[in-house]
């Protein structure tokens, strides 16, 4: 069974004005999709045929680029979307909120430096919050379609939150602008599925 394009969770417009329904609409719909298409060309009739993405992103070969470029992208958007909502935003709470005073030094410090990450991440990629095995939290970033299960990066532990930081990801409604980009993006963080996440990861 070939990967397929997951559903958009809500409407091309739920976002807005924080994400514009244009972007979002070619952006799920055109680069994802063409993730998952280069993605399954990729495995085809290979021993990666019919593992999971988290299977085959635990022990890629980093030289294999097809795979590492359109299943990290494919990984990558499916994580993003689904750490999105419409009416969203605020503050972590519980375990996770608990998590992120203790080792980040309170939501503020992480969100400067989760800012920070993406900003500074030269071209192309993403910025995560990380869990290690325990809990412990940390933010870091990576270039392309690269991300933290690889073994490359296995040692930032499991992403449980992430934002896109390639221009396709803003540059309609923002061009340049990528900090004002992410400084809107936080309205759109659902805190509800980053906690589960967390649960899942430590
Ligand atoms: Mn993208």
């Known amino acids: ?16 004005p924080h994400i514009d329904a244009r972007t979002m609409e070619i952006h799920h719909g055109k680069h994802h999709q063409g993730y998952v298409n280069n993605l399954n060309k990729a ?9 999971s993405i988290e299977e085959i992103l635990k022990g890629l070969d980093m030289k294999n680029m097809a795979v590492r470029n359109n299943g990290g992208g494919h990984y990558n958007h499916s994580l993003f979307w689904s750490v999105m909502a419409p009416n969203a935003g605020g503050a972590p709470s519980g375990e996770l909120g ?5 080792d980040l030094g309170g939501f503020d410090a992480f969100k400067e430096k989760f800012e920070q990450a993406a900003a500074t991440r030269f071209g192309s990629g993403w910025a995560w919050l990380c869990a290690h095995k325990g809990g412990k939290l940390e933010v870091c970033s990576t270039p392309n ?8 990066y296995s040692h ?7 934002v896109d930081v390639w221009e396709h990801a803003y540059y309609l409604h923002y061009q340049n602008r990528r900090p004002d980009y992410l400084k809107a993006w936080w309205n759109v963080v659902d805190w509800n599925a980053v906690a589960k996440r967390y649960a899942a990861a430590k």
Not at 1 to 16: G, V
Not at 43 to 51: A, Y
Not at 156 to 162: A, D, E, F, Q, V
């Open 98 to 102: 608990n998590a992120i005073q203790r």
């Open 145 to 152: 379609q690269d991300n933290p299960l690889m073994p490359e």
């Open 156 to 162: 930032c532990g499991t992403s449980i939150l992430g």
């Open 43 to 51: 495995i085809e009739g290979t021993p990666l045929d019919g593992k």
């Open 1 to 16: 069974m070939p990967f397929q394009l997951p559903p958009l969770p809500y409407a091309f417009n739920a976002l807005e």
